[in-house]
């Protein structure tokens, strides 16, 4: 157990909806990041907060949106889900930023979208 | 831009052999960490080993170690007495250094099994 949580842990939505996926990181971790795993694009970093700001965007739709609220929980909001958006979504959190520090990841969100 | 490759997809051992999986990876900075992940059937993400660019030493993890060649931007590892629970992908993994974002850049990965 990494410490890290996500829920639902599985969710099943049509194409056009929108759905919300929530992490919360370990205990004093600052740093909240979200990959997605799909079978064709494989493990790909989405977007990373510190501290409640954005602090990197990668390959992220401008579909998918995310936040990191005061309590350093984060929410990735992905809306007019489409087949292709069908993926494992991980949360991972570090404690800080910039020196390679590891980063912990949760047991993951696998959305279909039918 | 940073890639990794790993050129094995899949890969089958013996419990008890000593196996390596390979990765390259290309980049133009000088500090950056190299990780491997494991993810089992479970699908969860579990760092196996981490390496930093200017540390000349090898890491290692009990049985798992690397074999890191900067020059050559190689970055093997090397289970040794491989076990049934070792049956995972594993994944190569890139992270620039003092940049703004952490961002991991994986490999595709490649599909260890462990056979009894």
């Known amino acids: 157990d990494s410490g890290v949580t996500q829920t639902p842990k599985h969710l099943i939505t049509a194409t056009g909806q929108r759905v919300t996926l929530r992490c919360s990181p370990r205990s004093g971790d600052l740093s909240v990041y979200w990959y997605q795993q799909s079978l064709d694009q494989g493990l790909q970093f989405l977007i990373q907060y510190y501290n409640g700001e954005e602090r990197a965007k990668g390959n992220i739709l401008e579909r998918f949106s995310a936040q990191q609220f005061p309590d350093l929980h984060s929410e990735l909001n992905l809306s007019s889900l489409e087949l292709g958006d069908s993926a494992l979504y991980f949360c991972?959190?570090?404690?800080?930023?910039?020196?390679?520090?590891?980063?912990?990841f949760g047991p993951g969100t696998r959305l279909t979208v039918t | 831009a940073q890639t990794v490759t790993q050129s094995q997809p899949e890969m089958s051992v013996q419990e008890a052999e000593t196996v390596t999986l390979s990765c390259t990876y290309d980049t133009s900075e000088n500090n950056y960490y190299l990780f491997w992940y494991k993810q089992p059937p479970s699908r969860q993400m579990i760092l196996v080993i981490r390496q930093e660019a200017y540390k000349q030493q090898n890491a290692t993890e009990n049985r798992f170690s690397v074999n890191f060649q900067k020059a050559a931007k190689s970055f093997s590892l090397k289970i040794s007495d491989s076990q049934l629970g070792d049956t995972a992908m594993y994944f190569c993994a890139f992270m620039k250094h003092m940049n703004r974002d952490d961002k991991i850049i994986f490999g595709k990965g490649t599909r260890l099994h462990i056979l009894p």
């Open positions: 991972a959190s570090s404690v800080g930023t910039g020196v390679g520090y590891e980063q912990y």
